[in-house]
């Protein structure tokens, strides 16, 4: 029972390039979370997503990045434009019943921009 | 905006001592969670607790619940090398907020 997997695990951009990273949820599972950490930091909400919509961006910048999760395929993050404040690790979880439920963490994209 | 304070930030133990962590949040909070992270892991889930003055143990660790719903606490007995990581408390306030905010986190060193 694969768990929720993350791609790449590292990626490198160079300053204007864009950066995307792909999330497959767990199965069973329609619930996607994405959340960004910093190098001793916690993790901070970005965005999360059901099917085909988006419940809640708030905490996602307005420009430069956006995400969707298709009927089909792996929720997709995408950073337009990368700047060297966008290097963090970022992590996809997903869940089967919503936040209320435990939240299933990928092992994460570690995004470094030069 | 809604917070969830976590203190200490930082614990350094000798193996076999307790360790304690507190989250703290201004707010009523309809359930809480608890991630550990083991350094350079991802977050793993270990407890959700739901009612008022809930409390819980996984072996040596007890959680609890405050009876106001507005904190919790996660304890270590005789913490083990194993134990070393960053502990995170999570919670979804009450209403229509549709995102799980995560504590600020406790990180704990064990010393052999």
């Known amino acids: 029972n694969a768990g929720v997997m993350q791609n790449p695990r590292h990626l490198v951009r160079r300053r204007g390039q864009e950066a995307r990273l792909r999330c497959s949820p767990m199965k069973g599972h329609s619930h996607v979370y994405w959340y960004r950490q910093l190098p001793e930091e916690g993790l901070k909400f970005m965005v999360y997503?059901?099917?085909?919509?988006?419940?809640?961006e708030s905490g996602m910048p307005k420009e430069r990045f956006s995400a969707e999760f298709p009927k089909e395929g792996p929720s997709i993050l995408r950073i337009q434009q990368v700047v060297r404040g966008d290097s963090a690790a970022y992590f996809c979880a997903s869940s089967q019943q919503g936040p209320n439920s435990p939240l299933h963490f990928g092992n994460g994209t570690r995004l470094t921009v030069t | 905006g809604q917070q969830v304070m976590q203190i200490p930030q930082y614990q350094h133990v000798q193996e076999g001592e307790d360790f304690t962590t507190y989250c703290n949040s201004s707010?009523?909070?309809?359930?809480i969670q608890w991630y550990k992270q083991r350094p350079g892991g991802h977050p793993v889930f270990l407890i959700q607790?739901?009612?008022?003055?809930e409390v819980k143990k996984q072996k040596r660790l007890t959680f609890q619940f405050g009876e106001a719903k507005k904190n919790s606490s996660l304890h270590i007995t005789a913490t083990q090398t194993t134990d070393v990581g960053t502990y995170f408390c999570?919670?979804?306030?009450?209403?229509?907020?549709?995102?799980?905010?995560f504590g600020t986190g406790t990180l704990l060193a064990v010393q052999p």
């Open positions: 997503l059901q099917k085909e919509n988006i419940i809640d």
């Open positions: 707010t009523t909070l309809s359930n």
């Open positions: 607790l739901v009612k008022s003055g």
């Open positions: 999570a919670a979804i306030y009450g209403g229509a907020t549709n995102k799980l905010i």
